[in-house]
Nanobody, 112 residues
Framework: QVQLVESGGGLVQAGGSLRLSCAAS????????MGWYRQAPGKQRELVAG???????RYADSVKGRFTISRDNTKNTVYLQMNSLKPEDTAVYYC??????WGQGTQVTVSS
């Protein structure tokens, strides 16, 4: 079992930046995959970025070059640095830990 708590969401203008944090209730060093997903109104939840225990990352095409995922096993925390934000990035962002653990979500709103 692991509980995940996201933070760092908010309202930002287009072109701005935000950093999301996902704090886990226990060590994440043994969790093979952790990721950030997002869900906009009327749309399906989609993978934004993921990172393996070995540090391999993957990104949705829509965020490549703008978002960076990282993990700090000493702090049991995963981060999502989001730069050059666009209005279409507006969504609830969820932290995920394999196999099926989810945080409560944090709202990100990007104004044009």
């Amino acid at each position: 079992q692991v509980q995940l708590v996201e933070s760092g969401g908010g309202l930002v203008q287009a072109g701005g930046s935000l950093r999301l944090s996902c704090a886990a209730s226990r060590s994440i060093s043994s969790i093979n995959f952790m990721g950030w997903y997002r869900q906009a109104p009327g749309k399906q939840r989609e993978l934004v970025a993921g990172i393996t225990s070995g540090g391999t990352t993957r990104y949705a095409d829509s965020v490549k070059g703008r978002f960076t995922i990282s993990r700090d096993n000493t702090k049991n925390t995963v981060y999502l640095q989001m730069n050059s934000l666009k209005p279409e990035d507006t969504a609830v962002y969820y932290c995920h830990a394999a196999l099926n653990y989810w945080g409560q979500g944090t709202q990100v709103t990007v104004s044009s």
